[in-house]
């Protein structure tokens, strides 16, 4: 197999994945019983006042058409808006992204060190009870 071949079948299983993963969750959030509208207006909001948030959402509509709405915001770069924050979803989290780069970096970097001692110690005490209590200690850690 080519390595252009090889790409594409990765970029093309990538991008079912996502679509997948999309879907199901964009279902399986607008399956959950509760109204979000209903939630984030006063107790003493009325019915008219429902609707229009209702609509300005877009949550008057049905799933299928909502999701399509969704699907091309998102390929534009517009992943909606926050019900609950009432901000854009993208800058939301763009803001929040320092923070969880700062620990995926920090978290990667103990795996590392921690792997690689743990490797090193295996290989040199090769067939002894240390390197089984490390392979399972490596077992349960990547089941974790």
Not at 92 to 121: F, K, M, N, Q, W
Request: proline share 5%.
């Amino acid at each position: 197999m080519t390595l252009l071949r090889t790409l594409l079948l990765r970029v093309l299983t990538t991008a079912v994945t996502l679509l997948g993963v999309a879907v199901i969750v964009f279902c399986v959030v607008r399956i959950v019983p509760g109204n979000p509208i209903a939630m984030m207006l006063p107790p003493g909001a009325t019915q008219a006042d429902i609707d229009h948030l209702t609509a300005l959402y877009g949550l008057d509509k049905s799933i299928p058409q909502q999701f399509l709405i969704w699907g091309a915001g998102v390929l534009h770069g517009d992943f909606g808006t926050s019900i609950t924050l009432r901000q854009p979803v993208l800058q939301l989290v763009l803001g929040r992204l320092p923070a969880t780069l700062e620990l995926s970096v920090l978290a990667l970097s103990i795996a590392i060190l921690v792997g690689g001692l743990a490797a090193l110690t295996g290989t040199r005490l090769r067939e002894t009870r240390t390197e089984g209590a490390i392979d399972v200690a490596n077992g349960m850690a990547l089941s974790v």
